[in-house]
């Protein structure tokens, strides 16, 4: 739980927030840069001054940074340049009191796969292995509220959505609570369970993840994304494909290895989908969903549609013709073809 009145000057707008969220794992925040979002975690953090915050229900704003069970990981977090990866480990672990949970160096070493770093001088690290090595360093500080801002930027999207998934099984497993900052609207929704979303230093939008970025596509006329949570069903050595199916329909996905992972989430892109009301029967195709349109939007000059397939949701895009010609109502059963998979 998370309850917060700040207000602050800022050289173009006030930052002027009064926020309660009550539960959450991975809490995202999102907006254009300048609005606020940094100095949203430093005011929590106690680096900045707020009126009053409250984390699990208990008064923080009048502790200093030190003593509010808090950890924040800038942007720009040096390690220490005269040890090596395995020596500014191991320093966390030894000198960072008062922790609150039962991670270990080992644990976290193999959790984020950092045992080819542990003996690199930290000088030769690339952005990607600097910022692996700093959340490490995060993590073993032992603290159950942990903020970050912007930690994997540096990362390419494979390993980025690899670290993401690490990141809510730490929040269940250790009770830990994250709030993470984000350009990318992608990677908070693949991670977060509750975003807000800040616009010139004010809360304009909060709730569950799918709710607020449906919104945020929306209004800012963003493309939308879209999440399918799966079982995993079996790898086929023959042609070097998972065949996944659906949690409910057990409709099945054929997709290559690297889009699998522990989170078993597939990020689907607005413009791998295309739509049909009949199924496609001479097609190479092979991950066609029997869904239902549920709405329908012309926005941007084009229709979003919303789609219900094994009780999830699908955003896709269509043009204006494609809508015009196929005629397509809100209650119709669309055969939805995802490509770009296997």
């Known amino acids: 739980m998370i309850k917060l009145s700040l207000f602050k000057a800022l050289n173009n707008f006030d930052l002027d927030i009064n926020l309660e969220l009550e539960s959450f794992n991975v809490l995202g925040v999102h907006g254009p840069s300048g609005s606020g979002k940094s100095t949203l975690l430093r005011c929590i953090s106690g680096l900045e001054p707020a009126k009053s915050v409250y984390v699990n229900n208990q008064p923080v704003h009048e502790l200093p940074s030190d003593k509010r069970g808090i950890t924040l990981q800038l942007q720009s977090c040096p390690l220490f340049p005269h040890l090596d990866v395995a020596g500014n480990l191991a320093f966390t672990q030894k000198h960072c009191g008062n922790k609150q949970t039962s991670l270990t160096l080992e644990y976290v070493v193999k959790t984020l796969e950092l045992q080819d770093l542990l003996n690199r ?23 159950k509220f942990i903020m970050l801002d912007e930690p994997f930027s540096a990362l390419d999207w494979s390993l980025r959505f690899k670290t993401l998934t690490k990141l809510n099984e730490l929040a269940v497993k250790f009770n830990i609570k994250f709030i993470i900052v984000s350009h990318s609207l992608k990677e908070l929704l693949f991670c977060c369970d509750t975003l807000i979303q800040l616009n010139k230093g004010k809360v304009i939008n909060q709730g569950a993840s799918a709710h607020v970025a449906k919104a945020i596509y929306a209004n800012d006329r963003q493309t939308p994304l879209s999440l399918i949570n799966y079982d995993v069903v079996k790898f086929d050595e023959d042609y070097g494909l998972y065949q996944l199916q659906l949690k409910q329909s057990e409709q099945p996905l054929f997709v290559l290895p690297e889009l699998v992972d522990s989170s078993n989430k597939l990020i689907i892109e607005s413009e791998q989908m295309s739509f049909s009301a009949l199924r496609p029967e001479q097609t190479t195709h092979s991950n066609v969903l029997k869904s239902v349109l549920t709405q329908a939007e012309l926005i941007n000059n084009k229709w979003q549609l919303t789609l219900n397939v094994d009780e999830q949701t699908l955003f896709g895009l269509v043009s204006r013709r494609v809508w015009d010609k196929n005629d397509f109502k809100v209650g119709d059963v669309l055969y939805t073809t995802i490509h770009n998979l296997e």
């Open 121 to 143: 001088d930290v000088q030769s690290l690339s952005g990607g292995e600097r910022q692996r090595v700093v959340f490490a360093r995060t993590l073993l500080a032992g603290q």
